[in-house]
């Protein structure tokens, strides 16, 4: 009788993140968005589109008042980081974001810690944004039942002025 051959198994090298070379860098995107009630970080790919890690504040401490603390935003940011480093992602663009629409505007206080957790942990850092497309000077159209009110804005003419003392006509 013949022998019969068997195939060996081959070794296969599995690895995480893309391949680079020397002293090239691996970039991600770090969505950070600040409330007044949590922080969340939530790293991406470039595009958007793939989600690598996201860990907020509250996962971080256990009393609910903490979950928006800097010290809760620099423990997520930690993890973050070296989650990142697993993953092979050496460094980030940040978008930062606070709640914003007819909230308010001002990232919360774990922005900063946040960011700067980031940075001491070893990651680059690339480009600092807005994470959200508002304009900066609040111009917007006005809402529907708006629209026929006109304010006077030439409070300073010399027909509305008498002695002095500005009289707003409607």
């Not at 081959?10 to 691996?26: A, D, I, S, W, Y």
């Not at 909230?103 to 990651?123: D, E, H, I, V, Y």
Request: proline share 4%; hydrophobic share 35%.
């Amino acid at each position: 009788m013949s022998k019969r051959r068997t195939r060996e198994p081959k070794e296969e090298n599995v690895t995480l993140g893309p391949t680079v070379r020397e002293g090239e860098h691996v970039f991600g995107v770090a969505h950070i968005f600040a409330s007044f009630n949590d922080t969340f970080i939530h790293v991406t790919d470039l595009s958007g589109r793939e989600t690598l890690v996201r860990i907020t504040g509250g996962m971080k401490v256990k009393a609910d008042r903490d979950e928006s603390s800097p010290y809760a935003a620099m423990l997520a940011a930690q993890d973050v980081s070296q989650r990142c480093k697993e993953l092979g992602i050496t460094a980030l663009h940040i978008k930062l974001r606070a709640t914003g629409g007819n909230k308010t505007k001002t990232p919360g206080p774990g922005a900063q810690s946040a960011l700067r957790a980031l940075a001491r942990s070893g990651m680059k850092i690339g480009r600092i944004g807005k994470g959200c497309d508002t304009n900066s000077n609040r111009q917007h159209p006005q809402k529907g039942w708006q629209k026929g009110k006109k304010a006077v804005s030439c409070l300073s003419s010399e027909k509305f002025h008498f002695g002095g003392a500005a009289l707003i006509a409607w």
